[in-house]
Structure formats: C-alpha cells, structure tokens
C-alpha cells in the first residue's frame, strides 16, 4: 500500500517545505521497484504496513524484452532464481532446473503489473540523511520526509547494454572481449556458430558446470555445497567443497599469499595437477586460475579463520556439453528454440573455438584494432569491452550528528551488505551477487532481514548498537584481504544465507534437530532461504513440503554423506597412524605434536581417492568400505599400515584417472569426458544454424 501520495495532505506538509517543493512525509520509503524488493513488500502488505515506492521505468530485463534478446536459459537455477512463496505455490516448485529468461522475466511483469498502480515513477537525485529521517529529492522536483528509507536499485554495468545492442548477424569476423564472465560467455555461444573467431584477453576466470549427475541423482550446481557442514566440521568441508585434489591446493595458496612460498605454491599444484587430474580444465589451463594479490592482506591468524569460499570469487556458470547433451539429444533445435544454449566455455577453449590471452601482459590498440602478446600481433574486428558492475544507488548527504559530507558506498563498510554504518536508517538491498545459485537467494534473505529491522525497534537498536563491530567480525571471516576490491559484494550464498538467518534469530542449530533426517537437512540441504520459511514468524505455506520432497528426490543427499564419512574416516586414519607411531616408540611426544599439526596439510596432499566424484553409488559405498578398512588396518597393524592405505589410494586414482571409465567424473571441468562429444557439438552447429537461419540469407533474399 502507497502512504500519503503526493496528493494528499498531511499536518506538517502545509508548513514544512524544502527548497519551495511541499514535502510528502512518509513512513517507509523504497527507492528503486524491482525484482530485489518484492519479497519486502510482500512481508509489508501481509501485515498491513504502508510504504511509498518510487521508481524508474527502464530496467535490464524491460531493455532486452525491448531488444528481442531473451532467448537464453538463466545461468542459476529455478530454486537460486524465484522467491520461495513462488517456488511453494507451484506444484513442481520441488523439481530444480534452468529457466528461460522469458520465463523469468514474466515473473517480473506479473509483478510489475501487481504494483504498477503504488508505484510513483520518477527518478531520485539527491537523499540527505538525517538522524531520524531522510529527504529524498526526485527529478519531478517531489521531496519526501521519510522515517525509513530502502534502497533498491540494482546494478549498472557497459555489457549489460552491450547485450541488448551487439549485433549477431556477423560472420567469419574476429571478436575480441576484454572480460569473461556470464554475459561475455553467453554473446561468446551466440557468435561461434556463425563461425566468427573468438580472442578473450584475461587473467583469470572460474567457471563451474551448472548441472551433474552423481550418485543416479541430478544436482544442479548450488546443490552440492552442503553449507552447514562448515559450520560443524569446517575442515572436512573444506576438503569436501574444494573437491578435487588440485583444488585443494589452493586454500593452501591463500594462506600463504603475501609470502615468498606463494607462487611455488601455485607452481606445486600446477605439477601435482598435471600428475593427478591432467584432464581438469584448471590443470591443463592453470594461467586461467590465479589468485588476486592485494596490497593489504589479512593477518595470518585471520586467514586460518577464513570461510572456505571467501567473499569475492566470481565464477561463470555454464552447460557443460556432456550434461547437455543429456538433457536436450533429441531435441536440440526445440531446445535452441526455448532459449537453451550449450555455453561450454570449457569446450570452446580447449576445442580452439575460443584463444585465451593474458591480460596483463597483453597489449590492445583500439585505433589499429590489434591485441599483442609475446611479440604475436593480432587483428580484431569488434571489441567487447569489459568492466565492474557498479551500484546505481542515488546520491546521498550525510547530515546526521555521527558525520557530514557524501556516502561513498563501501560492501565492506555495510553490515551483511545491508546496513552502511554511516548512514541512520537506510537499507540496502540487493547489492550482493553470489558466486553460485541466483540472486534472489540473497535478496530474499536481505529482504526479511530489513522487514525485522523495520518491525522490530529492538532488533534494529541492537543492530545499530554494535554495528562496527559486527562489521568487523564479518570482515574477518570472509575476506582475505583487508582493502576494498572490485568483487567484494560477490559471496557465498550458503555461508550469506546463514549468517543473516543467524543475525535474525531464524536459524536452526544441530541441537534443535531430534531426527537422523533433521540433522542431515540441516548439515547437507542447501541453505536456500525456503528452508528458513518451513516454519517461524516469516513461515510460508508449503516450504516444508517442498523441502521434503527436494530431500528425497535426492536420495536424503547421499553423495553428500558419503563424502563427509569418506573424508572424516580418513583423518581419523590420519590421526591414528601418528598416535600408534607414538605409542609404539618411532617417534617423541614432540614428534606426535608436531604431526598433529601438520595433519591438514598432510591429509590435503594424500588424500585423493575420496576427491573423486562419481555417478555410482556403489563407488561411493566402496570407498566408504575402503576408507574404513584402512582405520582398522592401521589400528591392528600400526601406523605404517598408513602408507599401504594411502598408496593404494594414489594408485588407484592414477589408474582411474587415466581410464576414465564412465563413472568416474570430476565435478567440474572434465575435458576427457567432454572430448568424446565432437560429433554432438558439429550437430548442434547444425541445428543453431537451422533454428537461426544462418547460411539462409541469400535464399530469403
């Protein structure tokens, strides 16, 4: 509901005008109608709370509806993509998959249409923030006197509009981007079939297969994240979520940043990579994984600390071609036709379709339009330049008591993103983005989080009361870096999630659990936010059931219980070997201490067999077996039964490896497996340019 539009009157709005424009005062103020709010006003109109939104008209979506460009699959899933009152109202709201932009985008104009008629479109100029209220300033020439103001206004970057204006139709032409990530990737997948050369000039990007099968079940990508686990047994998730034994590596290259054994750190996981998983994209390709070096970093004792994703890591997500092929062999041209685009950048690299070039040590002329590198030269026809996406939050004057002058806008100097600790009662919403699942998993939680703040005086004073240190706290534990950096709103969604169900009071603990099945939703089930809305003040309808039958079609999250017990058997393996080398007189009790405290990297460096992700589950079941058996072997035999165990490990991943039979698959980036589709690609090569009419145009003309 709109409190006090501009056309009515209010006690104080004949006397109190600013700069000659009557002020219109209002309780709740939301700057910025998009799809980051709407689970705010939906908690406002439930409880029957007035607000006010104002709003431009022209956002992404409506730019590339306009430009007829939504013709692609989104690159998170339906339950990182919809709001969870969305996904418990559909019959099928359980069955997790990859939508189609036009079907997102419906989802905005049902909402749009919704409250279309509440909202006051005009564009907002100037917010001055006072101790207990702001004056909004529009275009119009309206001010507002508002109690609270939320801030809701998305994000502005160059490829954003590069996406809607690039012009397809190209043939046989060089493209060089100067960025990678989703949007680059998806103009990349438009333009090869049309036969154009591809030059990306970067110097590091991740990306990660959006959907797999494991275990006989199918996990989209935020699927199998098991977030809680790292609440409980951080280490054994560590080795858990970092997944294959290059992988693991690299924390061991973030806690040693800064130092001179950095970069032969980063050079050991590139000859262990090559030994173990020579056919992981990130071992074959290793320039395209490296580490940020910031000029500031963490304390020592601070990075040991870390999350196991810290903040900031941007990952790609796209169709790897095997899983493609899985879903859509068949039906690729009614696939294309939906808006399903195989985008295995992957595939693309090492096929040749796409030539990477260091960015930093690579020069581009745009005038003579030529990137050189290394003494080569070569030419380009159209240039996709990239850059950092920035907020579009108005302009905003501090004039409280705490401090004056212009709000700069710092992820890092606001509480979960949401609260600026310079500002008095502004909220922000939806400048986070997550490196895996969608944003609505963030806003979502963001949104109940400012819903309290607005409803619960008591909540928002403790909030305000410590908020430095909070921020402080929060800092320390997802950032490895202490100065600002361009990605520093990318999070971890599960670890996000959590925190801000924590900071709410709305989460679960282990304790609460009573079943088997509760304490296995709450370590492995991913932390959407429909899990914290299964019941509580902010419950909705049908979340349980949802999350009940998410948790069976995945076998009760099987594959990620085989890789907890997997990892845990083999540190109490680990830890045993060293008691009875002790016990048995090999070595001193300084010996056995010290060895204590080299087990995690110890177990980071020999424990690979447990890595490998599998689609068997009979593989999983016979590592569990084999994990166990190496407990008793070196319980019965002493500790140099160890060596036994672990080197069967490291055989039999070697052999596997080089066999690849098919159920054995990395997780992410398994150029073996994806080399066998060759014959796959051409024909969808085919089919694109059949559904697109390439080759067509001379006939039509």
Known sequence: MSAQAEGQSSPAQGSDREAGNAVTEVDILIVGFGFSCIPLLRELDLRGTEYTIVSDRNPVWKLLEESGRLDFDLVSSYHGSFYSFDLAADPEGYRDRYTTAEEFYGMHLRYLEHYRDQIHFDHVDLIENYDTYSLVHTSAGKVYRAKQVIVSTGFRRKIHSTLSTFDYS????????????????????????????????????????????????????????????????????????????????????????????????????????????????????????????????????????????????????????????EHFDGRIEEAIEEGYILNDIHYFIDQGYVTLYPKSRSSIDREGQTLTHDGETVAYDFLVEGDRETPRIPKIVIKHSGGDGEYRYRFKGAYLGIVPEELRNIFLIGFARPTTAGLATLTEMQCLFVHQMLAEPE???????????????????????????????????????????????????????????????????????????????????????????????????????????????????????????????????????????????????????????????????????????????????????????????????????????????????????????????????????????????????
Not at 180 to 186: C, F, I, P, V, W
Not at 640 to 660: E, I, N, P, S, Y
Request: aromatic share 14%; charged share 20%.
């Open 459 to 701: 909540f928002k004073a403790s909030v305000y009361e410590n908020v430095s240190e909070r921020i402080e706290k929060y800092n320390a534990r997802h950032y490895h870096y202490q100065e600002d950096g361009p990605a520093d709103h990318v999070v971890f969604f599960g670890t996000y999630v959590e925190d801000v169900a924590r900071a709410m009071g709305i989460n679960q603990s282990l304790q609460d659990c009573k079943t088997r099945d509760e304490r296995t939703k709450f370590l492995f089930f991913p932390n959407a936010p429909f899990k914290y809305r299964v019941s509580g003040k902010y419950e909705v309808e049908g979340c349980d059931r949802l999350v009940d039958q998410i948790y069976r079609n995945h076998d009760r999250f099987w594959i990620h219980r085989a890789g907890f017990w997997r990892v845990l058997l083999y540190r109490v393996m680990i830890v045993l070997a060293w008691l009875r080398f002790y016990l048995d007189g090999s070595i001193s009790l300084g010996g056995f201490v010290a060895l204590l405290l080299l087990t995690p990297l110890f177990f980071r460096g020999l424990q690979v067999l447990t890595g490998l992700l599998s689609s068997s589950k009979k593989v999983d079941v016979a590592q569990i077996v084999y994990a166990a058996l190496g407990v008793v072997a070196v319980g019965i035999f002493g500790g140099h039964a160890l060596w036994f165990v672990l080197g069967g490990d490291m055989l039999a991943t070697l052999v596997l490896r080089q066999l690849k039979p098919s159920w054995v698959r990395y997780a992410f980036g398994d150029l073996k497996v994806k080399s066998k589709f060759k014959g796959f690609f051409q024909r969808y090569l085919e089919a694109y340019r059949r559904v697109h009419r390439i080759g067509q145009e001379k006939e039509a003309a």
């Open 170 to 325: 190209i043939k046989g032409k060089t493209v060089l981007f100067t960025t990678m990530g989703d949007s680059a990737n998806l103009m990349i997948s438009k333009l090869i079939p049309r036969g154009n050369k591809i030059l990306v000039a970067t110097d590091r990007f991740m990306a990660l297969d959006k959907i797999l099968t494991l275990s006989g079940r199918t996990f989209t990508n935020d699927q199998l994240e098991s977030h809680n686990l790292s609440y409980v047994a951080p280490r054994v998730y560590r080795r858990i979520v970092w997944g294959s034994f290059t992988t693991a590596l690299t924390r061991l290259a973030i806690l040693l940043m800064g130092t001179p054994l950095h970069r032969p750190a980063l050079r050991l996981i590139g000859w262990i990579g090559k030994l173990f998983t020579s056919q992981q994209f990130i071992a074959k390709y290793p320039e395209t994984f490296s580490f940020r070096s910031p000029r500031q970093l963490a304390p020592w004792s601070a990075r040991r600390k870390l999350v196991p994703w810290p903040n900031g890591v941007i990952a790609i997500k796209h169709w790897p071609i095997d899983a493609y092929a």
